[in-house]
């Protein structure tokens, strides 16, 4: 229950970010452009999931730094299945929010898994 909390802030953080960067990046429905503002987007609720897991969710005590660069190699790990779907559907849904949103639900399963029994592994 805790990680969709922290998960649910996390995906408010991508969501506004990608939105905001949506209104300021021209051409933001081409691939290229929207690549770009989705990693933007994705990474900077990944940063913020990471606080929040570490010290809620999983309660670790484990060496932050460490940690952190697990973490953010889960959240890179996670961006590119993110991008892989996203340029599987694209095609069908365009590059906006409805594409973000599938792309975003699939890399959720990733960083889950990956960090639950990689990352904070320590914490159990």
């Not at 051409?27 to 452009?33: L, M, V």
């Not at 994705?42 to 309660?59: E, I, M, P």
């Not at 952190?68 to 095609?91: E, Q």
């Not at 949103?101 to 914490?123: E, L, M």
Request: proline fraction near 2%; include cysteine.
């Amino acid at each position: 229950m805790k990680f969709a909390i922290v998960g649910a802030s996390g995906f408010a953080v991508n969501l506004i970010v990608f939105t905001l960067l949506q209104r300021v990046v021209p051409d933001h429905a081409a691939a290229g452009p929207y690549n770009f503002i989705y990693s933007i987007a994705f990474l900077a609720g990944g940063v913020s999931n990471y606080f929040l897991n570490r010290a809620w969710t999983f309660r670790s005590t484990g060496h932050v730094g460490r940690e952190g660069l697990s973490f953010m190699m889960v959240s890179v790990l996670a961006l590119i299945v993110g991008l892989a779907v996203s340029a599987a559907i694209a095609p069908w849904l365009g590059h906006g929010h409805k594409t973000w949103f599938v792309s975003t639900c699939s890399a959720i399963v990733v960083n889950f898994f990956v960090n639950k029994y990689w990352t904070f592994r320590s914490a159990d």
